[in-house]
């Protein structure tokens, strides 16, 4: 396999610190730019818009992850399968992987496009969108979830590359269209008018060229990973391994995003200049936990490439690196955005009580961020040697059981706001905590040594 040594990475040599920090910055770069994405929306629609424009923008990101968070799931299980056949050596058994991977997505564009537009109506009144929201909460899905395809092909074809350890060619794609996003947006926006159908648009056209560009790279790569369409299938085997480690990833991402819905609606009630507030929020809190998602992606790869190879050392090395690059990078970011609050909040509204709800998020929320580092790397480590179902069990207890309670009880209490900001941090210290206990008892810590990919790929 020496020909597929050009733009991916074997990971199961060499220096852990290295390959970590060399996969997971273009990552964190990627991920910046996807960012941009929805960020650069709410950017531009609350300051040149309405606050009432910006609550809209950035309260359907529950719906949108409620149907693109299921096939993210099935990304992270299609990204396994690949990585610890490329760690075999399994020729073959990556191509297949990697062809039924593609024709599974199409089945899937379908069905995302067909369900995210029948439940825009139903979910936007279970949320409680207030009536000045509406309408553009409405428009923005419709216009989003039309032209789904692109997201879902991009996140498809960049976790393909990703799993053979090429980071980089995903990014240049990605920086492109996030570019172009920020362009089409101040376009439609201030020279032509338009609205939240302007961002909308913006986001889409952006996402279907990333996704176009990556289908074309891969289409043209000669070596096993590469797309033949005419070889196209849903190969039984593969799309079993796909299931069994993606599909419960799938359904802990989607009900996870469907209950964030409840917790949009708590926010809601409390008005458009909170939901904007929240918004704001989100997307900082985003862009600081960055680098713990690169470092998450990075340690799967490595533990998927390390586990097929029958490394179970290395494995376990790698996860202990990436736990604590993650601990030091969010700790930085996260005293940043606690330290500058104010300033940040106001580079995305003019609207004091916009910026008041949002610096108050950010100060009772961002303490809590180290908790994060725990179950991001700790559920990636465990799902790259095969692991899904229980961080998969572990993260719907924290973040769907344990959060729809603690917000049930304190609404009985009338604790408010605080009680409201407070949701997602008892969550990640729930669920890190069982995580780790599982993590420190997998058979990573056995004495019975690894069995390679190509030892129990039968029984994928």
Known sequence: MNHMRRTDSDMTQGSIRRHLVEFAIPMAVGLLFQQLYNTVDTLVVGNFVSKQAQAAVGSTGPIINTVVGFCAGLATGASVIISQRYGAHDEDGLSKAVHTTIAATIIMSLLSTAAGLIIIEPMLRFMQTPADVWDDARQYLFIYFSGVSGILFYNMGSGILRAVGDSRRPLLFLILSALLNTVLDLFFVLVLGMKVDGVAWATVLAQLISAAAILWTLSREKSAYGIRWKRLTLDRKSMLGILQIGLPSSIQSAITAFSNVFVQSYINAFGSACMAGYAVYAKLDAFVLIPVQALAMASTTMVGQNWGAGQKDRTRDSVGVALWMSLISTAVLGLG?????????????????????????????????????????????????????????????????????????????????????????????????LLAVRYHRSVLFSKDPAPSAADHSDDL
């Open 337 to 433: 955005a606690f330290l500058a609050a104010r300033q940040l909040i106001g580079l995305f509204s003019p609207d004091p009580e916009v910026v008041d709800y949002g610096v108050r998020f950010i100060q009772i929320i961002t303490p809590f961020y180290l908790m994060v580092c725990f179950n991001q790397i700790y559920a990636g480590a465990l799902r790259g040697i095969g692991d899904a179902t229980m961080p998969t069990v572990i993260m719907l207890l924290s973040f769907v059981v344990f959060r729809q309670i603690y917000l049930y009880i304190t609404r009985l209490l009338n604790i408010g706001f605080l009680a409201v900001a407070l949701a997602y941090p008892m969550g990640w210290i729930l669920c890190s905590t």
